[in-house]
């Protein structure tokens, strides 16, 4: 079934009618069409799989692979169209420029807390880059993976667009397949797996895996507002983002007051993760915190000190960085979104999933005609140099 599923999306792009640019904005429009035209049962699926609220489905899954929809429909064609280089001296009447080009065939597997918006928002940029792409949705949330396997053979075009369901066995068998590009969400001990398959057939990744994020508060911020941002950050979606703030550093001499801000923002909260604190004694002190541990996905920083938000902003690393709220940067599809280092690999949202999903192919045109003319150039370069070289010897 898995290699079926391949081996199908393969003659798919192998026959080329996903290179042209109406193709493309076609399948574009139609996924934009199974978000708004099936969104009920997308909330009752996810209410199944986490009991997430329908006011909350919107907000969190489908408004951003909206709005990267309609971006790549609006610039699609300029986004495909060749981009012209600096020329040379030598390649002045040429044509010289980069092309992007698809991939190939693309293996998106999806995660369970965001199924839809993890899943489907790299698939906008597989599609608009021209890629076949079969889509490995999260068997935890089942019910979700179930719906999305039912509905996009309904709206997209099925050959280049498989989904294969399943667990571990079936995730397995995909990753011995040939792809030319694989994307992965979810933690590092699968990403390292994922990146060792895709290793047997040279492909690139995409890994976007999360880790322990840090959220600085400074004695010189407003605390309580920092802290219900702090609050919502990490207990939306019951704490199951991988850009929540994972814990918090601060100075002892403001912890008492952070917890209380906390506890105050929590009254009618009965449940949720738990936000650990420690405490620091300087900015120096934090920051050798951070950079002792490996690299986050996201960085938070509360204060209003110029300085110190530009030491923490040039003396640490992270995929994101945000200052003075959380997670809010996931929604601007013009920042690239991905990690570094043990936090991930690559990058995507908006066009960066569009360049992330394509081959940025150098093109040199150059015409047979003007064989002469530079010939006959290069006699007006050469015999001044030879007369210099001589005349240089004979002295």
């Known amino acids: 079934m898995e290699k079926q599923a391949v081996d199908g999306a393969r003659r798919a792009f192998n026959s080329g009618r996903s290179r042209p640019l109406q193709y493309r904005k076609q399948q574009l429009s139609a996924l934009l069409r199974l978000i708004r035209e099936r969104q009920a049962e997308i909330v009752s699926a996810l209410k199944r799989d986490i009991s997430r609220s329908e006011f909350d489905t919107p907000i969190f899954e489908l408004i951003g692979i909206e709005n990267d929809i309609k971006l790549a429909e609006r610039n699609l064609a300029d986004w495909m169209a060749p981009q012209p280089v600096k020329k040379t001296l030598l390649t002045i009447t040429d044509d010289v420029y980069i092309k992007a080009e698809p991939l190939g065939v693309v293996l998106i597997i999806g995660a369970w807390n965001y199924p839809w918006s993890l899943t489907l928002r790299p698939l906008v940029g597989a599609i608009a880059a021209g890629n076949a792409a079969v889509v490995k949705p999260s068997e935890v949330s ?40 694989i994307f992965y969400t979810g933690n590092s001990t699968v990403g390292k797996l994922v ?42 979606n019951c704490g199951q983002t991988c850009i929540a703030p994972d814990y918090i550093l601060c100075h002892p001499n403001i912890q008492h007051r952070v917890i209380e801000e906390i506890r105050q923002t929590l009254l009618e909260e009965i449940f949720g993760p738990v936000l650990p604190i420690v405490t620091a004694g300087d900015v120096n002190e934090v920051i050798r915190f951070i950079n002792e541990r490996p690299k986050p996905l996201a960085l938070y920083v509360f204060s209003s000190n110029k300085k110190v938000v530009r030491r923490m902003l040039n003396e640490t690393t992270s995929g994101g960085v945000l200052v003075n709220d959380v997670m809010v940067h996931y929604t601007i599809n013009a920042l690239p979104f991905g990690g570094v280092g ?27 005609v003007v064989e002469f003319s530079f ?21």
């Open 142 to 181: 089942k019910s979700s993976a179930s719906l999305l396997k039912e509905l996009l053979p309904q709206y997209l075009d099925t050959e280049m667009y498989p989904v294969v369901t399943g667990g571990v066995p079936e995730t397995q068998e995909l990753l011995k397949q040939r792809f030319d590009h």
């Open 195 to 236: 990146m060792e398959a895709a290793a047997r057939h040279l492909a690139p990744v995409t890994l976007e895996l999360g880790g322990k994020s840090p959220c600085y508060i400074d004695k010189d911020c407003d605390i309580a507002v920092a802290c219900r941002r702090i609050t919502w950050g990490k207990f939306a």
């Open 375 to 395: 010939s006959f150039l290069t006699i007006f370069i050469d015999l001044p140099l030879m007369f210099l070289l001589e005349h240089c010897v004979i002295s």
């Open 342 to 368: 043990n936090s991930g690999v690559g990058r995507y949202h908006g066009k960066h999933t569009f360049d992330q999903l394509s081959h940025h192919r150098a093109c040199l045109i150059k015409s047979l």
